[in-house]
């Protein structure tokens, strides 16, 4: 039961920092480094988790956990270079690849760049649309209104990891059950 308290516990302290940077994205248009540093806590607490208690079946190999983590973080700093992806995008991106498999890894990418341009279609609607009272709360509302083209990519990463964290069965009640087995 200690185990599958700390697993749990390692999801929700990288789902809250995925849930804090997107709010963060949205209003600032700034990702603290903070985020990067729960996604991977997270991880490592989950994973501390699973090892301990036996129960391989939850993650593959940390090699191929850490291959994900590279990939993204070659693929984003090449975004990054090309002023394509801001510098805490490519590293929240990177941090929270850290939890996908190379199977899972496509998925949570797909995902990604599928909610990333549904921002991007939001950013043109809000371009023309009356939305001044939002213009306050968001860096990015107003940046927008102002003919900036930004995206706050955060958001697409953080519901991309929830999606995934689902999808992949890492948030799913017969993982929960391999721990009090």
Do not use: C
């Not at 248009?29 to 490592?44: D, M, R, T, Y």
């Not at 950013?123 to 709360?137: M, Q, R, W």
């Not at 930004?150 to 964290?165: D, E, H, K, L, R």
């Amino acid at each position: 039961m200690l185990f599958l308290l700390l697993y749990i516990f390692g999801v929700f302290v990288a789902l809250i920092g995925a849930g804090w940077a997107a709010i963060s994205d949205i209003r600032y248009l700034k990702i603290p480094n903070a985020v990067s540093v729960l996604g991977i806590a997270g991880f490592a607490l989950s994973y501390i988790a699973v090892v301990l208690s036996g129960q391989d079946s939850v993650f593959s190999n940390l090699s191929g956990h850490l291959i994900s983590a590279g990939i993204v973080f070659m693929i984003t700093l090449i975004l990054y270079v090309f002023k394509l992806f801001g510098a805490g995008d490519a590293k929240m991106a990177s941090a929270y690849a850290l939890w996908f498999s190379l199977y899972n890894l496509p998925g949570y990418l797909v995902i990604m760049t599928l909610i990333g341009g549904l921002l991007g279609v939001v950013s043109l609607i809000f371009k023309k649309a009356p939305v001044e009272k939002l213009e306050e709360k968001s860096v990015w509302i107003a940046g927008v209104r102002k003919g900036e083209s930004s995206v706050p990519y955060g958001v697409a990463i953080a519901f991309s990891v929830v999606i995934t964290f689902v999808t992949s069965g890492l948030l799913n009640i017969e993982v929960f059950r391999l721990f009090v087995e």
